[in-house]
């Protein structure tokens, strides 16, 4: 979908629905707490964890005159009008695609759905591409602190120069293509213009495309994949997607193109046979999870987890991930099974990728915001799950690597999201929570959050803090109450913007 709702307010955009409309000046109503979190807090930032030298989301320029110009462009983009009427359509992303010349065609690309996992599995097809010396684009959303980490060239986000040069050579063009339609082309659409564009001028091998929502009619799908990836589909954007994982599943089945191959990973019945028919109707080649390919063998290990991964063409043993989870090692079999598609294995050739390849690239992914530990003594993990789905997932890693007796929860979900879901998959691990709220008009108001809260939890386990750097003061005082040796610990989730908010306040600059 590329539509937006009727109400004029940009901040409602679909593609927004989880970080585009926090960190432009006066986007929102408390833009003195956001000064707070872009400053970060000095109290917060004791007993930080270093850097690592693999943390890949930028920073504000350091040049006060790049940084000014970044922050009008993003003004620019936040304040486009949305569409005056929900009408699904692709036409103004064809007719910007056509006066720029098609960028999109200029290069192979491989497409990602689904609800949970697109952004961790395009980083890791991303990094198994750059391992066999492709260049690369990935196009991901939204972003965890800086708009420019969703458009990434060679595993490293675009420059903030590189990024204002590419929305004011586009500039022109978009304004074309506003008076020649009835609707002015929306933030996500300008944006995903601008990936298409940057990768043309790169020029980029392979682009690695994740869709904003949906499938069919999503801004992104002016591109033809070779590959379409579809990562386990759930509820989400219900209202938009529609109520079963079936019906999401008609939507997401657009992205799998005549002749192409799709990745499929463990789906519902009723989405599976979605996906399925529609593969036939387009001739489609299909791999799915569980059946060509999969996680043969996994196993905790320190910073992360090592895997047997069985692909299109054979096994691939002793793989390190650095990411937690059961749910990773999935996507990071998805991953593997899309770019050997992509090499033509399983389809054209029967023989596996190189393991050592392999191996190296997987050893270097990254997913900022995912079961990511920001701090220790007590240990702080920030996670963006914010659907039911993704909330069993995490809770099912949190049980899994870390030995935490008493975990408290900071939550600060968006108001349009199923939060009672997301709160009752906590529940069994969270000892108690601080519902909060992030800086944006999309976060849930903190009063009818509370009252949820204390529905599923109890209100001896509630505690209410509107204010994020006060929620994780709040949490991080809890932990340390239960003293150095109780096993308490920090969970703070329920938005990629909470996350990413959260991220600055301790110091993850």
Do not use: C
């Not at 070779?226 to 954007?237: E, G």
């Amino acid at each position: 979908m590329t539509d937006l709702p009727p109400n004029g307010d940009p901040a409602d955009d679909p593609h927004l629905h989880e970080a585009d409309d926090d960190l432009a000046p006066g986007a929102g109503p408390r833009e003195a707490d956001m000064a707070v979190i872009e400053a970060g807090s000095r109290t917060l930032r004791a007993g930080i964890s270093p850097v690592s030298a693999a943390d890949d989301v930028p920073a504000r320029p350091a040049d006060p005159a790049v940084d000014r110009e970044l922050r009008e462009v993003e003004e620019e983009l936040l304040g486009r009008w949305p569409e005056t009427k929900l009408d699904p359509s692709l036409v103004r992303m064809a007719a910007i695609m056509d006066v720029l010349g098609e960028p999109q065609r200029a290069y192979p690309a491989i497409h990602i759905t689904g609800t949970n996992g697109k952004t961790s599995t395009a980083r890791m097809i991303e990094r198994l591409l750059l391992a066999f010396e492709l260049r690369t684009g990935r196009y991901t959303s939204p972003h965890v602190q800086s708009v420019t980490e969703r458009i990434s060239l060679d595993g490293a986000p675009i420059s903030a120069e590189r990024f204002i040069e590419t929305y004011r050579d586009l500039q022109p063009y978009v304004g074309m293509v506003d008076e020649a339609q009835p609707h002015r082309l929306s933030f996500f659409e300008v944006l995903t213009a601008m990936a298409y564009a940057a990768f043309a001028d790169a020029p980029v091998d392979v682009a690695v495309v994740e869709v904003g929502m949906g499938g069919s009619w999503d801004a992104t799908n002016v591109v033809d994949g070779q590959v379409a990836v579809v990562t386990p589909i759930a509820l989400d954007h219900t209202d938009r997607l529609g109520s079963t994982p079936g019906q999401i599943a008609v939507e997401k089945a657009g992205i799998v193109k005549k002749d192409a191959t799709a990745v499929l990973g463990r789906q519902p019945a009723d989405a599976a046979q979605v996906l399925l028919k529609r593969a036939v109707e387009v001739d489609a080649t299909v791999a799915r999870e569980g059946m060509e390919f999969g996680v043969a063998h996994r196993e905790v290990a320190v910073g992360g987890q090592l895997l047997t991964l069985r692909g299109l063409g054979g096994e691939y043993d002793q793989v390190f991930l650095p990411l937690h989870g059961e749910h990773q090692a999935q996507n990071a079999a998805v991953a593997l099974a899309a770019v050997e598609a992509f090499f033509g294995i399983g389809r054209m050739h029967q023989r596996t990728l190189d393991v050592d390849t392999v191996r190296e690239a997987f050893a270097a992914v990254t997913s900022p915001g995912r079961l990511e530990v920001v701090r220790r003594s007590p240990t702080v993990v920030l996670d963006a799950a914010h659907n039911p789905a993704g909330a069993q997932a995490t809770a099912a890693g949190i049980r899994e690597v870390f030995d935490f007796t008493h975990l408290v929860g900071v939550v600060g979900p968006s108001g349009d999201k199923d939060v009672r879901g997301l709160l009752e998959a906590f529940e069994p691990v969270f000892a108690e929570v601080v519902v909060t709220r992030n800086s944006t008009k999309r976060a849930m108001d903190v009063d009818a959050l509370a009252a949820l809260a204390v529905e599923v939890f109890g209100e001896d386990r509630v505690q209410v803090e509107p204010r994020l750097d006060d929620a994780l003061e709040a949490a991080i005082t809890l932990a340390e109450d239960e003293g150095a040796y109780a096993g308490a610990g920090v969970l703070v989730t329920g938005s990629v913007i909470t996350v990413g908010e959260a991220r600055l306040l301790l110091g993850r600059k």
